[in-house]
């Protein structure tokens, strides 16, 4: 993962949390899930923690709890060394729990949580920070240079059946979140990048039509300029690679020489992608790249010390064919790959 923002949150919460804390060794991880089936078996995380600042099963169940209570949040890591877990929905969907208002609405189906956390490494804690400004699903985060942290997009049936174009800031030194501009498209499941001049590219995601229904990926992307607060429209990707369910997007990193790294997702027709891409923010277009080795979606994207990137995890749609993307519907892949931006090619990783 890269330390300028994430969005996924669930079944890997603890791995992107860890990762991002890799090098202080506070902490190591292990986990599993069950495999999904057309029976209709949910996908649950379980996590086995080891922490040496709260060895035992009662603290460890203790920092563990917040696994179970958030899906599709964002995690950030801030400058400070804490981790910033934001919005979501609670992994008990049936309507059992109903949250005040202070942690989010609830619309007789799902929760939308507006609450924010912070995970301090050095207690191995969560704490309750200020709220959002709206509840957030399946929203997009990047950590600016100044240490706040872009929030923007997502959904939130409550509010509106549309995907959001709305985004705000979250302040560390005072804990709160504020409005800020608008994106030029509405949009969920999106990847925010902060590139290194100091702004963030908006790229991927899908909108919803006036039912609600996933209408369309979006190809063009935009860029935030956190001196003006403001969107605007950059280039256009060269396929649609988030569409029909949370959390479905592309991986996506930095690279050294400053262009990102867009790799796998779906497309408007279902089909999970093998194709990758690059960014170029000297110009703001986007150029097809060498094609990974298996499809994927939702996989991550970890830039290594030698200027490669790691590709693993996601899924792929091995078995019920083309169009059905359920996540129940899609099975792990375990295979590792690694992109080399001076050949533009993937390759297989040996363990």
Known sequence: MSPHGVAVCGIRFWRAVLAALALSGVAALSWAQESPTQNGVSIKARAKVVDPYHPTPAELAKIAQSIEDRLECTITPLLNGKVLTAGGVPAERGGGSVFGSSHGAYNGHVVYLSSAELYDPTTGRFMFTGAMTTGRVDAAAALLPNGEVLVAGGENWTDSRFALKSAELYDPGTGKFTETGQMTVARQAAVAIALRNGTVLIAAGFGRNKQGLPAGGAIQSEV???????????????????????????????????????????????????????????????????????????????????????????????????????PQFVEAITLKELYDPQTGTFSIKKP
């Open 224 to 326: 935030y300029d956190p001196a003006s607060g403001s969107f605007k429209t950059a280039g256009a990707m060269t396929t649609v690679r988030s569409m029909y369910c949370q959390g479905c997007r592309p991986a996506a990193s930095i690279l050294n020489d400053g262009r990102v790294l867009f790799a796998g997702g779906i497309d408007d027709d279902g089909t999970i992608l093998k194709s990758a891409e690059l960014y170029d923010p000297a110009n703001g277009t986007f150029t097809r790249t060498g094609d990974m080795k298996s499809s994927r979606l939702s996989p991550t994207a970890t830039l290594l010390p030698d200027g490669k990137v790691l590709i693993e995890d996601g899924g792929y749609n091995g078995l019920y064919g083309k169009g059905a993307v359920h």
